[in-house]
């Protein structure tokens, strides 16, 4: 027998893969990074463990060691975890626990950190012929900030260098401490949910904080930053969105009186790489990040925190499936540190988990400060002409008229999403998706949303050659276009992916809206997720119709979440704020339930109703998907990847189609494997998925497993 290292190695493969220590050096501990032959390539890869095997002429050595125990074993076994639930390949390991520059066979230098703070004379500086240097001034009056925190803010490279030659900032390893800002005293739900954190910040414990809209969940997250720092320990923060980012920063650096290190998938590699190194090392004490930083390393870790914990964008959708807050958790777990989850509108996961006393529930119940939650009404849509009711057009100009601010949510981009021919009956859809083309008007484009297909509109209809195509229904565009018109006195802004193309946009908007003055925003999710805008104080959701009637059956969790959180748009301010429904269907029992009980026990109901139809979270749910050109092949392979699960407690569903049966061209259909606990899941699911591989039509589609997946 002889001692191998099993070796994760960055392929879609379903094992590991044994090498010999390098030539004349010795076995390189688990979590070490080394360089291996693979095939005809050389690769990076990860030690995952040890071995004896029977000496054999086709092991091959290591080729170098080029990290010895790089990844600690903590992080090791998450990653070893998180390979094992999610059913993924081994060697996924290595793009989740290494930042991509390490990934890389050419050696990476980290870019240094560079804080950039004011000088004196720069604090004294007026820049009022340049407005673009002015601006960073005013970012930099607040606190020292990341270069990179700078550029995402819209800064350009240009303007600071002017600022630097001019003697007005200065650049150092690390933004100067300052005083830290004390913030408002907590009250008392916010001063029970802190004390119980800290008490645990011995063990590993698992919190849901539940509180309304700017309940001031946040404030609660900074002051047990505050506490831990303060310790000596290093928190990490997972938010679900980049754009969230410069809001936390801002506030961390204020009560911390230092600045955040930031990880998320925007930022360059070499500072990915800095801020990497600066969590392992320890010299990073807050860390905030997306989901991938829920694998950095932590020198000395002290509590993680997951806001907004409901968020979809949580889950990863390619290569390893996982879910930044259930890894995040199991990592507290196996840290024996407390992890908190936060949220306005908790997941029926983390409500079930709190129900099985797996997670404590703490509560804020009322909003921070003085606001007052804002008035509910519903907008029947029946009857009336145009996308807005003609009752909720005149509380906008109401609220305008007031000083307020409006914010209307649609969760559809482009002009309308149909375009239709009225002679004829012909529909513009996508040639290779069962779905409409939306059209786009400014650019005079046809657009898939779901395989990205675009063609040109066409001016009359392809079939009869009617000249007048009717555009039905409204997306974003179409309404800021009618809104400009009938609200010429304010600006209007868009908010979705087309407008907002980059990020800074979106920042440089905020930071306006916030200004105060009166405007209107029309936008899509990325407004309806946590923005503190004091000045917004009538917030509509503009459809939810489709969200009512839809097979998925965590559609009304989704709206239920959307509508709360739109809800939670409006008087976050010290003025009132009102909240408008509209609907078509007024009457629907779940709108009815929403509009008289808050989030928590609306989502009860929801929670007992997938009870009684065995859905999560009350039963495991993994899906095998499966995509071909062929349907036939796609169903063939799943037929046979039914009858080789045999277990008395699993359920095996299907082939069932996709709700969108074909994308971009494949025809897809999965299966579902249920069970009323996860262990008989977990457990039979690896040889199964070994088995598939030699399946007759296994090479022919494309396959994988989802594990608890969030899409149907
Ligand atoms: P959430 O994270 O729940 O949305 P935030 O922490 O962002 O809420 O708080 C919303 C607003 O209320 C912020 O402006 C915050 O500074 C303020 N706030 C939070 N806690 C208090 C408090 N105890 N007293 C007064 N204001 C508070
Ligand atoms: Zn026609
Ligand atoms: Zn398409």
Known sequence: MIAVAQVAVPAPLPQWFDYLPPVGGTLPPVGSRVLVPFGKRRLVALVAGHAEVAESAALRSIEQTLDAGLIRPELMQLGRWAMRYYGSAPGEMVNLLLP??????????????????????????????????????????????????????????????????????????????????????????????????????????????????????????????????RRGRQVLILIPEIGLTPQLIRRVESRLGFPAHVYHSDRSESERLACWQAAADGRARVLVGTRSAVFLPLARPGLIVVDEEHDASFKQQDGARYHGRDVAVMRAHLLGIPVLLGSATPSLESLNNVEQGRYRLLQIRRRAGTAEPPTWSLADLRGQRGALESGLLASMRRHLDAGGQVLLYRNRRGYAPVLMCPACGWQADCLRCDAHLTLHQSVQRLQCHHCGATRKAPPRCPDCGEPDLLALGAGTERLEQDLKQQFADVPVHRVDRDSMSRRDEFARLLEEVRRGDPCILVGTQMLAKGHHLPGVTLAAVLDVDQALFSADFRAPERLGQAVCQVAGRAGRGDRPGQFVLQSRHPDHPLLEQLRRAEYLSFAACLLEERRAAGLPPSSALALLRAEAHQAESVRAFLEAAAKLMQHDEIEVSGPIPAILARRGGYWRYQLWLQSGFRGPLLAALPAWLDNLRSLPHARRVRWHLDMDPLEI
């Open 100 to 229: 991509p520059a390490l990934r890389r066979l050419k050696s990476f230098r980290p870019a240094a950190p560079q804080w950039l703070s004011l000088t004196a004379a720069g604090r004294a500086a007026e820049a009022r012929r340049a407005p673009r240097q002015a601006e960073v001034l005013g970012w930099l009056a607040e606190a020292p900030l990341e270069r990179a925190e700078l550029l995402d803010r819209g800064a350009s490279a240009g303007v600071l260098r002017a600022l630097l030659n001019k003697g007005w900032i200065v650049a150092g390893d690390a933004g100067a401490p300052r005083p830290p800002q004390p913030g408002p005293a907590l009250n008392a739900e916010q001063r029970a949910a802190l004390a119980a954190l800290l008490r645990a910040r011995h063990q590993s414990a698992s919190f849901l904080l539940a509180g309304v809209t700017g309940s001031g969940k946040t404030e609660v997250y900074l002051q047990a930053a505050r506490a831990l720092v």
